[in-house]
């Protein structure tokens, strides 16, 4: 068996090592351990059984193969040889973590030596933390992690790198003087993406002499769990860029959206700020404690939007009639909901003092214990959702 996964892995591959299979390992690839961008119940019906053995067989080369997968179906032309992320922090290190645990070359720069130091630490940490999810098979994010490096400079950093992600904090101008710097020094084919979380694409790139090869890629967090990243390009990213961001991100098994204009927040941010700002005022009024909140929501809309989204269970909720019918039903008791929400724009010091006692109270000391069965639980929702049949 071992045999076979190294012959397996020596199979000519793709650029930056990505196994390229034959007729018989594509089969294996199916395995439902390693589930990659095609995995069932998130993009499709559920495929014939195959052999267990030989889903045992692939689980060693998953990773890798799922992205040649996406090569040899998808019409995509390469594989990024090495990707650079500039900007260690949280969302820089899940980036890495992401790409290191597929297999892929990565170089991690930050100006803060403090931040480099720990992000040489976590992102390893949350690479290895993939295999005890059953996220990724082990030797893949070895063999990716072997190829994690820091860089030394800027210009070391990107030079040659054929993605180039932007990881910094929400500051527009930090962002602006940035790209600017990194166009300096990086390839002129390059795919420049950043992880803002709401800010205009054309405002990132205002300074970019190229702004066809840029974008904005926001993941959520933890980046390396969560698949959704929405994709917004500016009035001058080329299609071909956009595409390009596609096809890495389908690779690495993310599931991209594609915004068709852009707005303050993007989508995710601004459905996020909704529905917690109602959150915030329901405790803060004394409605509901902390816990009890985030148990309503989670067990409750959260989990029913995981598997269908909000206007898909609205449409179910009526039965057969559909969404007119719940229209029908349920609109003014709707709207009269919605005249009584929370519409406050800004939240007063002495109110982010009592939200963060009581945040405090509920979840104080306890943060690793509390995101490692945060990840436990994503992992496993994602789990139900890929095996789950579709249509």
Request: hydrophobic share 45%; charged share 25%; with cysteine.
């Amino acid at each position: 068996m071992r045999r076979q996964r190294r012959a397996a892995d020596r199979r000519a591959g793709a650029p930056g090592g990505a196994h390229v299979p034959g007729a018989a390992a594509r089969g294996r690839l199916r395995a439902r351990r390693y589930p990659g961008p095609h995995a069932r119940g998130l993009q499709g019906p559920r495929r014939p059984r195959r052999d267990r053995r030989a889903g045992r067989a692939g689980a060693a080369t998953a990773v890798r193969a799922r992205a040649a997968l996406a090569l040899a179906g998808g019409g995509v032309s390469a594989l990024p040889r090495k990707v650079a992320v500039v900007g260690a922090g949280d969302i820089g290190s899940g980036w890495a973590a992401l790409c290191a645990g597929a297999g892929w070359p990565v170089t991690v720069f930050d100006s803060d030596a403090k931040v480099v130091e720990r992000a040489l630490h976590e992102v390893p940490r949350r690479a290895r933390g993939l295999v005890a999810l059953e996220r990724a098979p082990q030797g893949i994010v070895e063999r990716g992690l072997l190829e994690f490096h820091q860089g030394r400079s800027l210009l070391q950093t990107v030079q040659d790198a054929d993605w180039i992600i932007e990881a910094i904090s929400e500051d527009l101008p930090a962002k602006q003087r940035l790209v600017e710097s990194i166009e300096l020094v990086a390839g002129p084919e390059a795919l420049l993406t950043s992880s803002s979380s709401g800010l205009f694409p054309d405002d990132v790139f205002a300074r970019s002499r190229r702004q066809d090869r840029c974008l904005v890629a926001h993941p959520l967090n933890p980046p390396e769990l969560i698949p959704l990243v929405e994709l917004v390009p500016g009035t001058r990213t080329a299609p071909a860029a956009l595409q390009r961001a596609l096809d890495y991100l389908r690779s690495l098994g993310r599931m991209p959206i594609v915004l068709k204009k852009p707005l303050p927040g993007y989508v995710v941010g601004r459905i996020a700020a909704a529905v917690w700002r109602e959150c915030i005022d329901l405790v803060l009024a004394g409605v509901i404690d902390v816990g009890d909140l985030d148990r309503a929501v989670s067990l409750g809309p959260a989990l029913g939007w995981a598997a269908a989204g909000p206007h898909l269970t609205y449409h179910l909720g009526a039965g057969a009639g559909g969404v007119p019918l719940f229209l029908q039903r349920l609109l003014t008791t709707f709207e009269a909901w919605w005249s009584n929400l929370a519409t406050w724009q800004k939240l007063e010091p002495e109110q982010q003092r009592g939200l963060i006692q009581t945040i405090e109270k509920a979840y104080g000391g306890k943060v690793e214990m509390l995101r490692a069965a945060r990840d436990r639980r994503l992992s496993a929702i994602l789990r139900a959702l890929e095996q789950s049949r579709t249509t």
